[in-house]
T-cell receptor
């Protein structure tokens, strides 16, 4: 079955440590997205990529980095510069076209040790 | 700038009752509108979408939504709620940069 796989489901970060969240899709979608979800704030866009080897900052990119070396993969690194990383992180992908919906993975919950 | 407002943070209904979740958007052109549902600890699942044509759109799980341009609204409805509908619901508008702008969500609680 086609879908989006996020791993791990739970992740713990120590102070000063970088961690990487994985997002893989086998839907042959061109565009991929990373969101951060905090209680009562909905989804906020961190980074997005519409094509391989290209990505753009979203609304809250500071303290995060991404890469898009393959169409299927869009990993997110939470760096030590992100002082409040505890949140639920969601990855999404979609076909090109404004009327195409985004499809979501099941998320990764990141916590501070 | 595009924006989406979901005025109700939390709604409680009895099982079998009808449901309407409100969504208002701000967007200059013809909007692309979506409703998603999220169960605790899960990702978002698409319920339905609107981008043109009939203003009443049908979705999965018995949900429907009506696009009203004059009111800038895209409210989600269900005639009879089931206990399994308890979840968080998000309205979103598609921006012209191929991004989605999400509302802050409405949490639905269903009492037996």
């Amino acid at each position: 079955d086609g879908g989006i796989t996020q791993s791990p489901k739970y992740l713990f970060r120590k102070e000063g440590q970088n961690v990487t969240l994985s997002c893989e899709q086998n839907l042959n979608h061109d565009a991929m997205y990373w969101y951060r979800q905090d209680p009562g704030q909905g989804l906020r866009l961190i980074y997005y990529s519409q094509i391989v080897n290209d990505f753009q900052k979203g609304d809250i990119a500071e303290g995060y980095s991404v890469s898009r070396e393959k169409k299927e993969s869009f990993p997110l690194t939470v760096t030590s510069a992100q002082k409040n990383p505890t949140a639920f992180y969601l990855c999404a992908s979609k076909r090109q076209g404004l009327n195409q919906p985004q499809h979501f993975g099941d998320g990764t919950r990141l916590s501070i040790l | 700038a595009q924006s989406v407002t979901q005025p109700d943070i939390h709604i409680t209904v009895s099982e079998g009752a009808s449901l309407e979740l409100r969504c208002n958007y701000s967007y200059g052109a013809t909007p692309y509108l979506f409703w998603y549902v999220q169960s605790p600890g899960q990702g978002l699942q698409l319920l339905l979408k609107y981008f043109s044509g009939d203003t009443l759109v049908q979705g999965i799980k018995g949900f429907e939504a009506e696009f009203k341009r004059s009111q800038s609204s895209f409210n989600l409805r269900k005639p009879s709620v089931h206990w399994s509908d308890a979840a968080e619901y998000f309205c979103a508008v598609g921006a012209d940069t191929d991004k989605l702008i999400f509302g802050t969500g409405t949490r639905l609680q269903v009492f037996p």
